[in-house]
């Protein structure tokens, strides 16, 4: 499944980084949905795997269609892959599970890096060519 492709300007206002300064450190940024395309309910990307309310929660931007913002403190998602690799997004998330959703552009960039990488070290053929 394709990853969401909505996106919101965090802007945090003064006093709301005051109040997270002793816990947390927020700075503004463009924050992009992690879930997968299609989903009914608001949007989420990651802003801190450390939560100060408890050890199994993350702190977690959560937007609308209207692209109202708020912080959320959410419990992680308990399901686990054949693999043993944890999903990534939080407890009751809609739509697939973290391993499930794709990141094209992140999926493109890192074919990019490698193309660039085998370029720069491609060794010459003992043939001359």
Known sequence: M????????????AHVVALFAPTLRLEDHD???ELG???D??????ISIKDPTGPDRAVWARWNERRTARLASLDWCQTENHKEDAC??????????????????????ALALEREFQRRHRRPRSDGN
């Open 31 to 33: 924050a992009f949905c």
């Open 41 to 46: 309910e608001d949007h989420a990307d990651l």
């Open 2 to 13: 394709r990853r969401c492709t909505s996106a919101v300007r965090l802007d945090f206002p």
């Open 37 to 39: 395309e299609g989903h």
């Open 88 to 109: 990534g997004l939080f407890a009751d998330h809609p739509a697939a599970h973290g391993w499930d959703v794709r990141d094209l552009l992140k999926e493109a960039q």
